[in-house]
């Protein structure tokens, strides 16, 4: 099991936003993360990787006891989860390449050898093998989310975190970010939420649904 809840109430800077959050995600599950806003999806994934203290409650992400977890252990909580977000997080100035070296230097990756070779193989798994000295902001919106998702499994997380990421992309970009993230589900085994006021795609690509109501977590 991936993620494990159980009883949890979360909340932001001493604000309860949920409460009685019960959820399991096992190992290879795909799941959508639905609500509207201010129904506290948002705050769930930032209390899930670390970046919002929980309230309480047991929480046990990627092995990592949410209750006990101290400052110093969130880089190594972090290195099991690969996030991707709606407004991309990349340095744009900088090349496709060291968009992700960067991330790879910063989670010590010492072998520069290697390094490269694993920023070839995710690029290559992301469909943007061609494209590893070319700047961040000469992407288009789709092939920028998909570097962010090459980034995202540059440490082969456990679990993928995805918050609205196809909010900012046309239907035809958004599918094709979609299909990505079930290819790398699927292939990798890597459990995935994926957080998403888009109908459409939920329609389009059947998978548990988890909606945020009224301060609760209910199966769709």
């Not at 975190?161 to 970009?173: F, H, R």
């Not at 888009?198 to 301060?215: E, H, K, M, T």
């Amino acid at each position: 099991m991936v993620v494990n809840l159980q009883q949890c109430v979360i909340g932001n800077e001493g604000k309860e936003v949920m409460h009685d959050v019960n959820l399991q995600v096992m190992q290879g599950e795909f799941c959508y993360l639905t609500g509207r806003s201010g129904m506290g999806k948002s705050t769930l994934l930032k209390t899930l990787y670390g970046e919002y203290p929980l309230v309480s409650g047991y929480a046990d992400v990627a092995g990592f006891d949410l209750s006990k977890i101290v400052k110093d252990q969130i880089p190594d909580l972090r290195r099991k989860i690969g996030m991707v977000f709606q407004d991309f997080r990349l340095f744009p100035s900088w090349t496709v390449k060291r968009n992700l070296t960067f991330i790879l230097e910063a989670t010590d990756w010492t072998d520069k050898v290697k390094a490269l070779n694993r920023v070839d193989e995710v690029l290559a798994s992301v469909g943007l093998s061609d494209m590893l000295e070319i700047k961040a902001f000469s992407l288009s919106g789709g092939e920028q989310q998909r570097l962010c998702i090459a980034r995202a499994i540059l440490n082969t997380p456990e679990l993928i975190i995805a918050d609205e990421p196809t909010g900012n992309l046309d239907p035809q970009s958004s599918d094709e970010v979609f299909q990505l993230f079930q290819q790398i589900n699927q292939q990798f085994g890597t459990a995935t939420i994926f957080a998403t006021h888009d109908s459409r795609l939920i329609n389009d690509y059947p998978a548990r649904v988890i909606d945020c109501v009224d301060g609760r977590l209910l199966e769709m």
